[in-house]
């Protein structure tokens, strides 16, 4: 098979899996994706799922293919925290959650961290679009904010919290309490309730 006949078809998916390329073609030589890969042509980004490579200098398309491929997952922790500017550092690691085991991968696109959180738990996240009329699963400040104080318990005490140099602006004036304590108890977690206590101690809340 040539590539541009494969390009014509898969393009605009932007990333796809062997499935997807195998429900076109039954009887396609998975060795073209070495031979693509070594070209240039194709990005690897784990094991089955592979993107073309002018999708590397399009925005936004490393956090989309986050949730592309390990399913489902949404993009929050440190990630979601930085994106809304509640922490000053830039965050390298693309960081998900995942009701799937936890995993990570790395690739030309970037390294992807997904870390484990029970199945009931997979909420307070949204749609935030971008281009090519796609969308990225994102969580709301809040729910980011409780994912990495449930998922990290060392952030349990009043130094590591500062540490983590929350900006207390937006902290008071757009984060939103009242829905940052519903949804804390969801969590049904005492450790959480204390780590979220604590916070609120913390930086005045």
Same mark, same amino acid.
């Given at each position: 098979?040539?590539?541009?006949?494969?390009?014509?078809?898969?393009?605009?998916?932007?990333?796809?899996? *062997?499935? !997807?390329?195998?429900?076109?073609?039954?009887?396609?030589?998975?060795?073209?994706?070495?031979?693509?890969?070594?070209?240039?042509? +194709?990005?690897?980004?784990? !094991?089955?799922?592979?993107?073309?490579?002018?999708?590397?200098?399009?925005?936004?398309?490393?956090?989309? #293919?986050?949730?592309?491929?390990?399913?489902?997952?949404?993009?929050?922790?440190?990630?979601?925290?930085?994106?809304?500017?509640?922490?000053?550092?830039?965050?390298?690691?693309?960081?998900?959650?995942?009701?799937?085991?936890?995993?990570?991968?790395?690739?030309?696109?970037?390294?992807?961290?997904?870390?484990?959180?029970?199945?009931?738990?997979?909420?307070?996240?949204?749609?935030?679009?971008?281009?090519?009329?796609?969308?990225?699963? #994102?969580? *709301?400040?809040?729910?980011?904010? +409780?994912?990495? +104080?449930?998922?990290?318990?060392?952030?349990?005490?009043? !130094?590591?919290?500062?540490?983590?140099?929350?900006?207390?602006?937006? /902290?008071?004036?757009?984060?939103?309490?009242?829905? /940052?304590?519903?949804?804390?108890?969801?969590?049904?977690?005492?450790? /959480?309730?204390?780590?979220?206590?604590?916070?609120?101690?913390?930086?005045? +809340?």
């Amino acid at each position: 098979m040539i590539f541009l006949e494969f390009k014509d078809k898969m393009f605009d998916l932007a990333c796809f899996n *062997i499935y !997807q390329v195998y429900a076109w073609r039954p009887d396609f030589d998975r060795n073209n994706f070495t031979r693509w890969v070594k070209k240039g042509y +194709l990005i690897r980004l784990r !094991q089955g799922y592979f993107a073309f490579s002018e999708y590397k200098n399009r925005p936004d398309y490393s956090l989309y #293919f986050a949730h592309r491929i390990y399913r489902p997952s949404y993009i929050s922790l440190h990630t979601a925290l930085a994106f809304y500017g509640m922490i000053p550092e830039a965050v390298v690691q693309i960081t998900n959650v995942t009701s799937l085991k936890t995993a990570s991968f790395s690739n030309d696109f970037g390294e992807y961290s997904y870390k484990n959180i029970k199945e009931n738990l997979m909420f307070g996240y949204e749609l935030k679009p971008m281009a090519d009329n796609r969308s990225i699963p #994102f969580a *709301i400040p809040e729910k980011a904010l +409780l994912d990495m +104080l449930y998922l990290y318990p060392f952030y349990d005490n009043e !130094q590591e919290l500062e540490e983590l140099r929350l900006d207390e602006d937006y /902290l008071h004036d757009d984060l939103n309490r009242d829905l /940052l304590m519903d949804y804390c108890t969801r969590f049904q977690s005492k450790a /959480l309730d204390c780590r979220v206590k604590l916070l609120c101690k913390t930086y005045d +809340l």
